[in-house]
């Protein structure tokens, strides 16, 4: 046996890749090419060797600054370009390659002539603002106005008497016309301010006018007939026009300096309506001019944009790269020499011939006299963990991996969550319609791969992407358990031939419940379809789904068990397999297994056996007799004989493994206790960390406790997670009975009618609580219970999690980041 398991072929990520801790010395000449190179391979991990220094100390730090000026002149640019509603281009448009220098000399002067377009169109942007403004105050004022013969112009606006509520004011009103009329405003006294304002403020403006002049002044507005662009956040402002008619010097003072708080601005307005026109004459000649010009420099700016737009992308990954480079040589230490960059990390040991490839070609290109070395060193930390994953697998890594990153090469529990997970999906989810929808829905992921591919996401839609082949693996084991189940949107089908069950007579043909009898060999495949509506069908469904619960749980418990059977044997750890996987595997199948075992007993023979009984005199009465109960030969014996056994396997798991520890802690530092004693704390000091760990006293309390909690754990594990495979019968139900809910309350109440409408409405109604309820909502709670079976109930027997991952310096992952 020992012999054909080491045959065996390696497994595709069972284990994780080989990694090996290599040093790597570089003449200064080649550094930042052979970084480079290696970012483009993406294989090395660099170790930190610059730590304990803060960023303004390390080597490169201007370079990393310089880096970082050019991508905030970028971000710049690409707001300039997304402001104008251009289309930057999304991938980059070849041409000749661009230095860093020339690079920033040209982001430099692009920033600058950006910058001083942006002020000049803003001043006339301004400037054709207060033009507009002029106009329309001239227009809508010389309404409220008097002309010098002494006739007034249409269109005034009094001041409401409801607003203000002042008794005398409407006679000081008409004596304000009376002077108004009765000649020109400068030589009875009255004068007024015309501006603009925002239509937001005008309520708060005339009532602090009102308040500051005490009612003395005539208030007028109209609203503008333009919106006017605000040139600071680039939105439509609404506008409305005022003139305020005063008498004196004073109001005049309040009145300006109020207009100035609240942001208004005010404009001359002649009252000789000849003036007026002669005025908005040269206004619009002005303004046709601006608008001329500030479409040609808007026409400008695009061009200057839209050129650069096209190598915006080349320029970021670029910088983004120089960057990232001069990072990755910040973690590098100069030797003693200071003319070498010595670097550490770790890389798979698959990948060190294409590294030393890359390593030569930076030599080659770079002309240095002196090549790069490139080494293995032994290390004392655990290697990164890495999974040579693709995009089928990637998402059931990424699914292990949230609960905790496997530790070096130990089994990789993805290999099975492939299969076990869907499946145990399916289980709680089986109804073939339900699975063919899924089904649809992953077909049209995998048909727009490659476009959403390349498309920016929202988080839902990426999620929802990135798990598109284990939405196409659940749909398809949901199919499988839906013709088990036989439940098609929970009606049942004839697909595989015609039922074992006939009535005995015509009598119980409708009534569907009773009067029954098999005539014929079981229904080939699934559930048959009589079952379906008969009075035994519930109780039969959650007896055959329960049982199945506790198969399919102790089965995957008993993987787990296995599992860390060969995880003890690739790390040579025979104490683990005596004394964890030996009394694990009997304890487990003494009791449950046991179970298992009575259950497809029952199945196969048809007994009518109590197994709950069965289980619970197993352990408060072991030697009755079993009775009617009993299901084969010997089972009395054979039950005290597991028990026994479940009894035995709990001091084995918890005793022996700390004693064997400690014994053999003692033989192996038998003898040295003397030098340890004669080592002073300087020396220890001065130590490696390394050497330092061999000193450390073996701590047995610890041990013994760990090894107890993990006892326990175990023990009581075993009972907890079995019942917990249960949550696999009580979703199943839940998800058949509310798709026999919806289609028999909702959808055949609705047919029941003669009625297009109701029939409509009931369709439309049965529709949306399928989708939304059954598709959506029960497609994530069954996820989340499978989710919780593999971290849990499964990944505990075995799977430890506490690795991190390989994260080699890679351009490709920082672009990916930066996306």
Known sequence: MERFIENLPPMDLMRSEKMTFVQLIIPVESAHRAVSYLGELGLVQFRDLNADKSPFQRTFVNQVKRCGEMSRKLRFVKEQINKAGLLSSVHPVSGPDV?????????????????????????????????????????????????????????????????????????????????????????????????????????RFERMLFRATRGNMLFNQAPADEEIVDPLTAEMVEKTIFVVFFSGE??????????????????????????????????????????????????????????????????????????????????????????????????????????????????????????????????????????????FTNAFQEIVDAYGVARYQEANPAVYTVVTFPFLFAVMFGDWGHGICLLLGALVLLAQERRLKSQKLGSFMEMLFGGRYVLLLMSLFSIYCGLIYNEFFSVPFHIFGGSAYRCRDKTCSDAHSAGLFKYRDPYPFGVDPSWRGSRSELPFLNSLKMKMSILLGVAQMNLGIILSYFDARFFRSSLDIRYQFVPQVIFLNSL????????????CTGSQADLYHVMIYMFLSPTDDLGENQLFWGQRPLQILLLLLALVAVPWMLFPKPFILRKQHLERFQGRAYGILGTSEMDLEVEPDSARQHHEEFNFSEIFVHQMIHSIEFVLGAVSNTASYLRLWALSLAHSELSTVFYEKVLLLAWGYDNLVIRLIGLVVFAFATAFILLMMETLSAFLHALRLHWVEFQNKFYHGDGYKFKPFSFAAINDDED
């Not at 920033?111 to 105050?137: A, C, D, G, P």
């Not at 449950?592 to 199945?603: D, E, M, N, P």
């Open 592 to 603: 449950f297994g046991y179970l298992s075992l009575l259950i497809v007993i029952k199945w």
């Open 99 to 203: 230095e860093l220098e020339e690079l920033e000399l040209q982001l430099a002067e692009h920033e600058h002539e950006l910058i001083e377009m942006n002020s000049n169109s803003e001043k006339l942007r301004q400037t054709y603002n207060e033009l507009l403004e002029f106009k329309m105050v001239l227009q809508k004022a010389g309404g409220f106005l008097v002309s010098s013969n002494g006739h007034a112009v249409t269109e005034e606006l009094e001041l409401s008497e409801s607003v203000y509520s002042n008794n005398g004011y409407a006679d000081k009103a008409s004596l304000l016309e009376r002077e108004i009329n009765s000649g020109p405003s400068n030589q009875s006294g009255l004068r007024f301010i015309s501006g603009i304002i925002c239509k937001s403020k005008i309520l």
């Open 250 to 391: 004073q109001a005049r003072t309040k009145i300006l300096k109020i207009c100035e708080a609240f942001g208004a601005n005010c404009y001359p307005v002649p009252e000789d309506i000849t003036k007026q026109s002669q005025i908005i004459r040269e206004v619009l000649s002005r303004l046709s001019e601006l608008e001329a010009t500030l479409e040609a420099g808007i026409r400008h700016r695009n061009k200057a944009l839209t050129s650069i737009g096209f190598h915006l992308t080349k320029w970021m990954n670029l910088v983004r790269r120089e960057k990232a480079v001069y990072d990755t040589l910040n973690m590098l230490n100069f030797d003693v020499t200071k003319k070498c960059l010595v670097g550490e990390g770790w890389c798979p040991i698959f990948a060190k011939d294409q590294i030393q490839e890359v390593l030569q070609r930076a030599t080659f290109d770079s002309s240095s006299q002196v090549g790069i070395i490139f080494h293995a060193m032994d290390a004392f930390e655990s290697p990164p963990t890495y999974f040579r994953t693709n995009r």
